[in-house]
């Protein structure tokens, strides 16, 4: 029954689309919905993400706002987009620069990573009138394209930049300091532990997360490998060096991450021992980003390809973060 689901749903996106069904049993831009695997207190065997949003430029870094609900950047868009009660995409924020990776600080001030040239780097973009740039430059020079960010309780902000090999972070108040100088390939999705003692770094040309501990000043030791990630870049020569395309990492409220790879989302107890993958797609390629939400925040959002998808979870996300 599952298999016969998993075709009818299949088919029927796929006829929505106008794509044939031989073109729509392989991806890329293709719709791909599958049943989740039973991964216990994370997810019911047999949930499908629903499809809620399709056809935006962009979709990137969903994420649950108090008072305000679901928003996530469509950067081709030069916006952040609000979920409204309907489900429809509406302009929480315009004229913004190419907006990617998104957090929400302590103060409660959205800080959005900008990533067209000339404009790189976090900035605080909401409430009106505390918009401010938080950094544009290390030692002088630009960043490389910027991509996710991740606000620590002590109102400091650590960013990725994945061309550069580099991780940074700004503490309050204070100058930017590059914390990760080496051993990273392409970091890209991030997220700090419940207790914020650990910082948990994606490689996008690899196939690791890893940990780093977090010292008083926001600098980071021990780096290490946390996990290596079952996702594997199928489109790469058989003698190339293994990719899993790690991308967007979120926390729940039991302290298990969940990453998105080319496994889908990946799923790692707090001490990295993979507990399954639930197989995604967004349709026109890979998914790049998720964030719990919802009032309970026991619903996955995830978002890539200008679509938005959402999955029932049994779990919840933490809730001592906006994500």
Not at 46 to 69: F, R
Not at 112 to 123: E, N
Not at 207 to 218: K, S, T
């Amino acid at each position: 029954m599952i298999r016969h689901a998993f075709v009818t749903l299949t088919l029927a996106l796929a006829t929505g689309l106008g794509v044939s069904s031989a073109a729509a049993q392989t991806p890329p831009n293709t719709v791909q919905l599958q049943p989740a695997p039973d991964i216990p207190g994370v997810i019911a065997g047999g949930t499908m993400p629903e499809v809620v949003i399709k056809g935006l430029t962009s979709s990137d870094d969903p994420m649950w706002v108090p008072n305000i609900g679901l928003i996530f950047s469509e950067s081709q868009a030069n916006r952040i987009v609000r979920l409204d009660e309907h489900d429809q995409p509406v302009t929480f924020l315009g004229d913004l620069l190419n907006p990617l990776g998104m957090t929400l600080d302590a103060q409660g001030q959205l800080i959005s990573i900008q990533t067209r040239p000339g404009f790189l780097g976090p900035r605080i973009v909401w409430p009106k009138g505390k918009e401010r740039i938080i950094a544009d430059n290390y030692q002088g020079k630009s960043f490389g394209r910027p991509n996710d960010i991740v606000a620590d309780l002590k109102g400091g902000v650590y960013f990725t930049d994945p061309p550069a090999s580099a991780v940074y972070y700004v503490p309050r108040g204070g100058a930017i300091i590059r914390v990760v100088e080496e051993g990273i390939k392409s970091p890209n999705g991030l997220q700090l532990s419940h207790d914020e003692k650990t910082l948990y770094v994606n490689d996008t040309q690899g196939i690791n997360i890893y940990a780093f501990d977090v010292q008083p000043d926001g600098r980071l030791a021990n780096r290490r490998v946390f996990a290596t990630y079952t996702g594997r870049d199928v489109s790469l020569p058989p003698t190339a060096p293994p990719v899993s395309r790690a991308d967007g990492l979120v926390t729940d409220d039991a302290g298990r991450l969940m990453a998105l790879t080319d496994s889908g989302i990946e799923v790692l107890s707090p001490t990295g021992q993979h507990l399954g993958a639930i197989p995604v797609w967004c349709i026109t390629r890979r998914c790049q980003n998720l964030g719990f939400g919802g009032p309970d925040k026991r619903t996955l959002y995830v978002a890539g390809g200008g679509t938005l998808l959402r999955i029932p979870m049994l779990t919840r996300g933490f809730a001592g973060r906006a994500k």
